[in-house]
C-alpha cells in the first residue's frame, strides 16, 4: 500500500457508553436511542436552526412569556442568586434573565454536548463580565456532583430549565428528575421551568415536522453520528422522519423508519430491521399547568407563580423547593 498516497488515519477513540446505549436500544422489540444522542455539534447547531423555524412554535412562545414577565421572574428568584442550567445549549435564554437579576452571584450551565457550551460560555463572560461562571461538560440526570462557584455557598441557587427539556423525559423519569433537582437544592432554593402545554394536535404535528425538513435532518443525523463515532454504516437514505402526537400518551414521538428490510453494521455487530420498523428516538411530552403543578408538589417543591401566553400553549412556572 502507498502509505504517502494514503496515510493512516487515527480512528477516534469509541465512546463506550454510547456504543453500550445504542446496541441496547436497536436489541429492543421497540428500537428505541436515547434523546440525549441527538446532541452532538451538527444536531445543536440544526436545534438552533428548529428553534428559528415559524412552524416551531415552543422557542418563540417561551421567548415572548419571558419578555413580558422578566421583572415578576427576577423577583421570585432575588438577589444575590446561583443560576445553574441543566441542558444550557447556547445559553442564549439565560442572558435576559441574568441582566434582569439583582446582582447574580455566578452562572453555572451544564451540557452534554461540548463545543456548543464552550462557545456559549465564552459569549456569556464577554456580555456580563464580572459574573463567575463554571461551565460543566456532562449528562445531568447522572453527574456525580454539580460544579460550585467559588464563595458562593449559602446562597439561593435556582434551577433554571427551559425549552420544555423536561418533556424528552417520561412521565417516571420526569418524576425522578424533578426529585433530583430537588436533592440538589436546598429549602427556598428554585426552580424555574418552561412546559409545553397539551394543546390542538395540527398546531404539535407542524412543529414537529416543518416543511424546511431541518427536523427531519436532526432526527437522521443521529445515525450519521452513529456511523461518525462508532465504525457503523447506516444508509441514512433509508429511513424516514416520522412524528406524531400520541393523545393518551400527551407527547409528540419522533422515530426513524426503515424503509426497506435490510441489515446494519454497527461495530461489527450486525442488527436486522424490517420494511416499515421503526426507532424511536425522542419523546416531547405535554402538560396541563393542573398536572405539571401536581408534579411538582410530588416532587418537594411548592409552586409560586406560572405565565403562559394568551393561547395556552407553553407555560413557565417557578416553584420553591419545600
Ligand atoms: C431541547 S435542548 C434545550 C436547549 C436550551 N436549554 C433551550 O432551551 O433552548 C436540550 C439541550 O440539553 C442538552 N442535553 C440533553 N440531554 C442532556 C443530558 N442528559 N445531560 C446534559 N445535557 C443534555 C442538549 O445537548 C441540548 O443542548
Known amino acids: 500500500m502507498n ?4 496515510p493512516m488515519r487515527a480512528a477516534p477513540p469509541i465512546d463506550e457508553a454510547f456504543y453500550s446505549d445504542v446496541l ?3 436489541h429492543r422489540e421497540q428500537k428505541s436511542l436515547p434523546c440525549k444522542y441527538l446532541y452532538d455539534e451538527t444536531g445543536s447547531r440544526l436545534f438552533e436552526r428548529i428553534c428559528e423555524l415559524g412552524d416551531y412554535y415552543v422557542t418563540r412562545t417561551e421567548a415572548a412569556i419571558f419578555e413580558q414577565h422578566l421583572p415578576e421572574m427576577a423577583h421570585c428568584i432575588g ?11 447556547n445559553c442564549e435564554k439565560v442572558r435576559p434573565l441574568l441582566e434582569s437579576l439583582e446582582n447574580p452571584a455566578a452562572y453555572i450551565p451544564i451540557d452534554i454536548s461540548p463545543e456548543i457550551l464552550l462557545a456559549a460560555r465564552a459569549d456569556i463572560e464577554h456580555r456580563l463580565p464580572g459574573l463567575p461562571v463554571e461551565a460543566a461538560v456532562g449528562d445531568f440526570t447522572c453527574m456525580e456532583a454539580w460544579p460550585t462557584a467559588d464563595g458562593t455557598a449559602g446562597l439561593r441557587q435556582v434551577i433554571f430549565f427551559p425549552g420544555s427539556t423536561i418533556g424528552n423525559f417520561d412521565p417516571q423519569q420526569a418524576r425522578a428528575l424533578l426529585a433530583h433537582f430537588r436533592s440538589r437544592l436546598k429549602r427556598g432554593d428554585g426552580l424555574l421551568i418552561g412546559t409545553d402545554l397539551v394543546k390542538d394536535s395540527v398546531v404539535l404535528e407542524r412543529a414537529y415536522h416543518d416543511s424546511a425538513h431541518v427536523t427531519a435532518d436532526f432526527n437522521k443525523n443521529l445515525l450519521a453520528r452513529i456511523n461518525r463515532e462508532l465504525d457503523a454504516d447506516f444508509d441514512l437514505s ?3 422522519h ?3 402526537y400520541h393523545p393518551l400518551r400527551q407527547r409528540v414521538e419522533m422515530h426513524l423508519v426503515s424503509l426497506k428490510s435490510h441489515c446494519v453494521s454497527i461495530g461489527g455487530e450486525r442488527i436486522a430491521f424490517r420494511e416499515g ?8 411530552h405535554k402538560y396541563s399547568l393542573a398536572g405539571f403543578a401536581e408534579l411538582l408538589r410530588d416532587t418537594g417543591f411548592s409552586p409560586l407563580a406560572h405565565w403562559s401566553d394568551a393561547k395556552q400553549h407553553y407555560a413557565v412556572h417557578y416553584a420553591q423547593a419545600d
Open 3 to 6: 502509505m504517502a498516497a494514503s
Open 79 to 89: 438577589p444575590r442568586a446561583v443560576i445553574v442550567e441543566p441542558g444550557a445549549g
Open 277 to 284: 420498523e421503526t426507532i424511536h428516538t425522542e419523546n416531547s
Open 242 to 244: 416520522r412524528s406524531f
Open 24 to 26: 441496547q436500544g436497536l
Open 238 to 240: 433509508l429511513f424516514a
